[in-house]
T-cell receptor, first 112, second 110 residues
Framework: AQSVSQHNHHVILSEAASLELGCNYSYGGTVNLFWYVQYPGQHLQLLLKYFSGDPLVKGIKGFEAEFIKSKFSFNLRKPSVQWSDTAEYFCAVKNGNNRLAFGKGNQVVVIP | NAGVTQTPKFRVLKTGQSMTLLCAQDMNHEYMYWYRQDPGMGLRLIHYSVGEGTTAKGEVPDGYNVSRLKKQNFLLGLESAAPSQTSVYFC?????????FGPGTRLTVL
């Protein structure tokens, strides 16, 4: 089954800084990839997903992610973060029976 | 359309007590899942179901049981709670590969 690794578990940055979170999955073939966000005290919400087609995926709240097949990566980016982007971000890859394998998450803190 | 709901929202148990967490979805999804979330561990799959009357083990099934008697409900049971089961539990349902999450249940086992 696929697995996911996320790096830099804790990220602290100032408002207006750019954010990039790395995500690598374990092996090739057809992959379905997701980024979820969890705001403090809330449940996970879908930011964006990649199933096929354009490898640059646009999501909600100005986030985007790029699927690079040769690098087994699906990195999340936002050009200019806001205080309200403080949250935990999870990358996930789909396995059989629509199961998702999640990474350990990135805790992002944006300082006003 | 409530999506995925979970009851209760919070619970404190003593070691050895039992309880059942209820997950309900009104989206007519076939697939449902139970996860636990612990700091620094991400989400780990406990059990899942691919349809009414079916269940299967996930990554961390020990100490938990599940039932899916009705399509819209997925129950997670702890027969004899242990402090290691202190966690936040999330239920999800799935359609076309995307999972939709409930608000979570925060469980503390003393």
């Amino acid at each position: 089954a696929q697995s996911v690794s996320q790096h830099n578990h804790h990220v602290i940055l100032s408002e207006a800084a750019s954010l990039e979170l790395g995500c690598n999955y374990s092996y090739g073939g057809t992959v379905n990839l997701f980024w979820y966000v969890q705001y403090p005290g809330q449940h996970l919400q879908l930011l964006l997903k990649y199933f096929s087609g354009d490898p640059l995926v646009k999501g909600i709240k100005g986030f985007e992610a790029e699927f690079i097949k040769s690098k087994f990566s699906f990195n999340l980016r936002k050009p200019s973060v806001q205080w309200s982007d403080t949250a935990e971000y999870f990358c996930a890859v789909k396995n059989g029976n629509n199961r998702l394998a999640f990474g350990k998450g990135n805790q992002v803190v944006v300082i006003p | 359309n409530a999506g995925v709901t979970q009851t209760p929202k919070f619970r404190v148990l003593k070691t050895g007590q039992s309880m059942t967490l209820l997950c309900a979805q009104d989206m007519n999804h076939e697939y449902m899942y139970w996860y636990r979330q612990d700091p620094g561990m991400g989400l780990r799959l406990i059990h899942y179901s691919v349809g009414e009357g079916t269940t299967a083990k996930g990554e961390v099934p020990d100490g938990y049981n599940v039932s899916r008697l009705k399509k819209q409900n997925f129950l997670l049971g702890l027969e004899s709670a242990a402090p290691s089961q202190t966690s936040v539990y999330f239920c999800a349902s799935s359609y076309a590969g995307e999972q939709f999450f409930g608000p979570g249940t925060r469980l503390t086992v003393l």
